[in-house]
């Protein structure tokens, strides 16, 4: 796993403008239906990672406008609660996604945007003008690196205990990290059938 000191990666001079994936109406990217856009490129190589085919910069393909006007396309309908960035890093590919997610705020303005990010909160506090540009413009941020020693799958939208399901909103406005007010994570002793319903 790899430990950037403040600053030291700029998605100027790493993101090559590629795409991995992009994957409409899921269930799995967040809460309700979404669709999840999979940049290329990622830094920090976590032990573990359920996505290392995602670490080059020049891996999959490049990010087009026809693949924008598909994005928007399938976020106009109607039963879709909105956009989720994965990768790779979305924060080293801010130079495509900051202008996605300005058109989706003006044009669908009701719909919500998660991002996954191997920083942590207090990291992109100290980072470059173009994260936090990105971060403010998210609703929902899944932050910290993957820990395979933390590993749980009990967890609700993460991989391992250390990471957080925040409200970047809220977390701005008050200074300090709001976790999302929806966090369920599974538990070990499930809810028992009423046996007096199967009589």
């Known amino acids: 796993m790899n430990n950037p000191k403040p600053q030291e990666w700029k998605a100027e001079e790493l993101s090559q403008g590629r795409i991995i994936d992009y994957k409409a109406f899921n269930f799995v990217d967040g809460e309700g239906v979404r669709n999840s856009l999979y940049v290329s490129g990622c830094m920090f190589h976590c032990e573990g990672c359920y996505n290392a085919a995602t670490w080059s910069f020049k891996a999959g393909m490049p990010?087009?406008?026809?693949?924008?006007?598909?994005?928007?396309?399938?976020?106009?309908?109607p039963y879709v609660q909105g956009l989720t960035l994965l990768g790779g890093?979305?924060?080293?590919n801010t130079d495509t996604l900051i202008p996605l997610v300005k058109r989706i705020r003006k044009e669908l303005p009701e719909k919500d945007i998660w991002s996954w990010t191997g920083y942590t909160w207090e990291e992109l506090m100290l980072e470059t003008p173009d994260k936090l540009e990105l971060l403010k413009l998210v609703d929902i941020l899944v932050d910290g690196r993957f820990d395979?020693?933390?590993k749980n799958l009990m967890l609700q939208f993460r991989g391992s205990s250390n990471q957080r399901i925040i409200d970047v909103k809220k977390s701005l406005e008050s200074g300090k990290i709001t976790i999302w007010d929806k966090l369920n994570d599974g538990e070990a002793d499930y809810e028992q059938v009423?046996?007096?319903k199967l009589i």
Request: hydrophobic share 30%.
């Open 63 to 77: 990010y087009s406008q026809e693949l924008e006007e598909q994005i928007m396309k399938d976020l106009a309908q």
């Open 89 to 92: 890093e979305p924060f080293l």
């Open 148 to 150: 395979i020693t933390k």
């Open 194 to 196: 009423n046996r007096d």
